[in-house]
Nanobody, 122 residues
């Protein structure tokens, strides 16, 4: 199983970015896909998850109303649209996958991508 995250970069506060995570080696539609982030000196934080077959979505409190997770099962790809970015959103963003049911806990996920850095300048 491989998860390849991309789309990070430098953006000004108030701007937008879209992250992508392409998965291979798994039956994508049967996996919950999540996004987590880790800022320097901080613990890993749940950002968003899309349950298998995309039936439900979940968001961390700090990103609700600003971020949107979506998935394209035909392309084995999950996306994270990030709007109204704030400097406190600066972090390395990781995509992760687990079979079937959704979870907001990182330790419940079996597979992780390499991370993509998002930097939001003030």
């Amino acid at each position: 199983v491989q998860l390849q995250a991309s789309g990070g970069g430098l953006v000004q506060a108030g701007g937008s970015l879209r992250l992508s995570c392409a998965a291979s080696g798994l039956t994508f539609s049967r996996y919950t896909m999540g996004w987590f982030r880790q800022a320097p000196g901080k613990e890993r934080e749940f950002v968003a998850a899309s349950s298998w077959y995309g039936s439900r979505t979940y968001y961390g409190d700090s990103v609700k109303g600003r971020f949107t997770i979506s998935r394209d099962d035909a392309k084995n790809t999950v996306y994270l649209q990030m709007n109204s970015l704030k400097p406190e959103d600066t972090a390395v963003y990781y995509c992760a996958g687990r079979p079937f049911g959704a979870s907001t806990m990182g330790h419940d996920y079996d597979y992780w991508g390499q991370g993509t850095l998002v930097t939001v300048s003030s």
